[in-house]
């Protein structure tokens, strides 16, 4: 593990370094595409994976650098009655709100792309192979170059099934799921920049075993 507070010009060497010979490689898809499933099936089979939602909600815990700039910015009005970050309420604010958005993501950003770094280099010190960064905002935030990826995997599914199932999982309307939709690439333009796509409009059994080929496949890289 990483015992010091690295700096990004540290990790980046250490990236660069690992990854000469280790592809890394990044995993995407729109709101309700399934990516958590799938990534979960790959982290079954055995690879290393780092998923950018966990560590958003790692930079903004209560005392942290994150959550005190994100409380500057937006005012206390964000703030849960125990201190952490009302997420929900985070977004309905953003995401309706182009500038807002950019704001908060000039500030998260680079306090997540540090510790994403500084997780893939964990991984390959550990030697876990393959690593997978999930990154819901993967070619919006041009996560190609900042991270080095070789491959990227898009999990694709209709955007009428995709807001009916964030409809009827998550504490979301169907036009607050429209609304995040529309902050976010299309769905043309993010298969356009896929090595691979998996469909997450079948049913388990076939996806099980659409996972275990690209499984097969992102062996055969390492």
């Given at each position: ?10 990790l980046n060497?250490?990236?660069t ?16 595409s ?11 089979a ?6 950018s939602?966990?560590v958003?909600?790692k930079?903004v815990e209560?005392g942290?650098?994150?959550l005190e ?5 937006f005012?206390?009005?964000v703030l849960a009655g125990?201190g952490?970050l009302?997420?929900?309420k985070?977004?309905?604010?953003v ?5 807002s958005?950019a704001?908060l993501?000039?500030i998260?950003h ?12 964990n991984?390959f ?9 999930v990154?819901p905002?993967?070619?919006?935030t041009?996560?190609?170059e900042?991270?080095g990826f070789?491959?990227v995997?898009?999990?694709d599914l209709p ?10 999982s ?7 799921v ?10 043309e333009?993010?298969?356009s ?5 998996i ?5 388990n059994v076939t996806l ?5 080929e690209?499984w097969?496949?992102l062996k055969?890289?390492?």
């Open positions: 593990m990483i015992l010091w507070p690295p700096t990004r010009d540290h060497r250490e990236m370094n690992s990854s000469a010979s280790m592809p890394i490689i990044g995993l995407t898809g729109g709101i309700g399934g990516k958590s499933t799938v990534s979960d099936k790959l982290a079954n055995g690879a290393c994976i780092i998923d939602d966990l958003a909600r930079v209560p942290s650098e994150g700039m994100v409380v500057k910015r005012g206390s009005s125990d952490s009302d997420r929900p985070l977004a309905g604010t995401f309706a709100d182009p500038d958005l704001d993501n000039s998260l680079p306090l997540i792309e540090k510790e994403i770094k500084a997780q893939v280099v991984c010190a550990q030697r876990k192979f393959p690593v997978i960064v990154l905002l993967l070619f919006e041009n996560a190609v900042r991270y070789t491959k995997i898009v999990v955007e009428e099934l995709a807001v009916a199932r964030v409809v009827s998550r504490d979301m309307t169907e036009e607050e429209r609304s995040r939709i529309s902050s976010q690439i299309s769905r333009q993010r298969i920049g896929a090595d691979y796509v469909d997450n409009s079948v049913d099980d075993r659409k996972v275990a690209l097969s496949e055969a890289l390492y």
